[in-house]
């Protein structure tokens, strides 16, 4: 039963994740040929002093109220209460922060755009904690309706706004018209109404202090490489990166990350049954590695043609971070459902042993890139980093867990083999074709989604159809046609 809704709940929110990213894929197209690369350079060194302050607002308050065995009306006003206070607290701190952060990227543009986006932090404080219950009960449908919206609106906001003003205002528009939508749909979504009150602060606290650190470490782990190139490179090169960047992460960012909103919920429910807790980690590892290895793979082999045709040949300098940290994201997507364990049923500390680790690997490798070499030996630092933190992740969450590591090599070796006879696929594929990037990408991601899936589906029949993700998906396909989705 758990698997049961794990699956379907996981459908739902890959379902959200894909239409958001459908969303957000048409805009990064719309708008790069509307907008300049130094546009998106400009916003994004602002996100990063909001971001970096904005971190003080991932407390875990979140994962509080879904661990807790029972949680109370108390408990709902004391996450309400602390995250008005945070929001009102961080609101400031960033407005008073825009002049030194326009100091420190030597970026005078940014100023006013860091005190606009300052709001965000004030609508996330005053949102409704009652859209929690959906993820604590796995009421994924509900969900799925709450993120769709808010992008889709953020999405038309910041077109219209890019049309008319044809600079980096129209993105700083469409995230605040995000907030807005979030704000509003969480008051109109479920019928809890918050009260001022501390009475379980204490309680909450203890827990949520740890998992702060842990957010500041994990904001410092993804956004350390723009930090560090924001400071010594140009708003252009930053531009590059920050787009390629955020193509790249795909898999993580827009399809495993958000997965964690069913994964949380479900493994803090199995934290006293072992055996059932390791079954299922077996399920999550194994999608994981089919959706990050197949997404991840398949985007740094067609990069290039990508670029071209989806943004324009303006962007060709941002080919080799979107190849090389596309292959980054697939790793570090290996992570997350082991810090959803560790997170729902383990001691924080944990966690932020891990994330320290982490940081000071990425630091190590990617500052002598981005100080003596360019935008590629600095994506090159990043991968680097991922694979020998995953390797110690692994090692640590064996150890701690007291799950098998042969439990996560077998979740992974068929993924991992379909990846590698979906490279030699499509690398042959493409050595056939002429240099049109049209036909190229087209046969690539024809040629690469069918050795993919043939091949993954081929070693499962193989193996004798054991039970996990590709038994569920079959059934589910067989459901469907019977006209039953979920």
Partial sequence: MQLSAIFSGTLWVVAARWGIRAIGMVSTVVLARLLTPADFGVVALAMLVVGLIEIFNETGLIIYIIRHPDPQRSHFDTVFTLQLIIGAVLCAAIFLAAPFGAAFFRTPAIEPVIQVLSLRSLMWGMENPGIIWFRRNMVFSKDFQYMVVNKLVAFVVTLAAAVVLRDYRALVIGILAGGVVALVQSYRMHPYRPRLSLAEVRQAWSFSFWMLLVHMLEFANTRIDEIIIGRVRSTTEMGYYHVGSDIAATPVQEVISPMTRVWVPAFARLARDPVALEATYRWVISAVGMLALSVGVGLALVADDFAVLVL?????????????????????????????????????????????????????????????????????????????????SFTVFEVVAGLRLFTLARGLVRPALAAVAMAGVVLAVQAMLPAWPLLRLAASVAAGAGSYVGVLLGLWLLAG??????????????????????
């Fill in 465 to 486: 159809r054991p039970a996990g993700v590709e038994r569920d998906v079959v059934g589910w396909l067989e459901r469907k046609k019977k006209g039953v989705l979920f």
């Fill in 312 to 392: 324009g040949p303006q962007w060709l300098p941002a080919v080799p971070v979107i190849r090389i940290l596309a292959l980054a994201a697939a790793m570090a997507a290996m992570t997350i459902p082991l810090g959803s364990v560790l997170g729902a049923t383990g001691d924080p500390r944990v966690v932020l042993s891990l994330a320290v680790v982490r940081t000071v690997l990425l630091v190590a490798t990617m500052v002598p890139a981005a100080l003596w070499y360019g935008l590629a030996e600095v994506a090159l630092g990043r991968a680097v980093a991922t694979g020998v933190a995953l390797m110690v």
